[in-house]
């Protein structure tokens, strides 16, 4: 029988490389499929890796009909038995109701990858439906690191470095170099949850770190 699938992570955790090798191994045994993604970091209609893979797909917009789309395929002779959905947490409720949909009434497996809190440590609507609906949950096994090199479990927003716990689900970055960057540019870094709570990042720890020592008083 046909599954929904959703595996999850905190960023730098492998996911979309984890959808790659997937889709690697259902066409490698002659199965047809579908892969889409949504702000990708390499840009539209791409799936990308961090390291340096990539493959075309579906840029998925609050428009997209996940349920038209393989009954228009199949509808022309096409056949569809899979579908890789990345960045899932950026799709709708309605969405994930459709892929569900699909494995129920289609038998469509349905692979669905992506975080599943914000930079505010919130649900993302997309992952909160997924993680009602799913067949199953896995977490990756792959650990992201906090720069304090504990395992990072939570999702930072940065500017130029500093921690922001304020602003729109949803702004588009990515976690190379966190911290070097120009000042004001948007970014995101991994951190365990102490770090996240006290809003240390790698560049704050790192400037600190630089910091001369206060001298008692009187010297």
Known sequence: MAQ???FTGTMDSGKSTLALQMDHNHAARG??????????????????SRLGLAVPAVEVDDG???????????TRGSRVDYLICDEVQFYTADQVEQLARLV??????????GITTDFRTRLFPGSARMLELADRTERLQVEALCW?????????????????????????????????????????????????????????ARAAS??????????
Not at 40 to 46: P, T
Not at 64 to 74: K, S
């Open 4 to 6: 929904l699938v959703f």
């Open 31 to 48: 199965r047809d499929g579908l892969i889409f993604s949504r702000n990708d970091r390499a840009g539209a209609a791409v799936l990308s």
């Open 148 to 204: 304090c090199g504990a395992r990072a479990t939570h999702n930072a927003r940065t500017e130029g470095g500093i921690m922001v716990t304020e602003g729109e689900q949803v702004v588009v970055g990515d976690t190379a170099e966190p911290g070097r960057g120009p000042r004001g540019e948007v970014g995101y870094e991994v951190l365990c949850r102490r770090h996240h709570r006290r809003g240390i990042t790698a560049a704050v």
């Open 64 to 74: 997209t009909d996940f349920w038209a789309e393989v009954v228009r395929r199949r």
């Open 104 to 113: 129920d009434e289609m038998d469509v497996d349905v692979f669905a990858f």
């Open 210 to 219: 630089l910091s001369p020592p206060t001298l008692p008083l009187g010297e």
